[in-house]
C-alpha cells in the first residue's frame, strides 16, 4: 500500500494514479480533513461484489466453512481396480532426477 499527503496527491496526480494501475496497488491520501484510498475500478468492483456476496444469506451459506481434512487410510480406500491407473512413462530424465 501506497500512502501519500494530499500535497503529493495533488502534485503528481497523474503518476500516482499510473502507480496505483500498473501495481494493482491502494494508494491511501492523507489530509487534515480525513484519508481516502484509491483503487483500480476493477479490483474496486471486485471488493463491492465480495461484500454483496458477504451480506447474501443464500451465497454466505454456500460458502465452505473450512478446508476439508483429508486422511491417508480414508483416501486409499478409495482405490479399487477399477479406478487405478496404470504406470505412466514420462520419458528420459530431463533435469537431475534419479529412477
Known sequence: MNTIGIQQAVKNLPQIIQYTLDNCEETVIVSDRGVVVMVDQHEWENMRETLRLFRDKKSLD????????YNLEELLKGISEDNLHKEVDTGIPQGNEIW
Do not use: D, H
Open 62 to 69: 454456500a460458502l465452505p466453512l473450512s478446508k476439508p481434512r
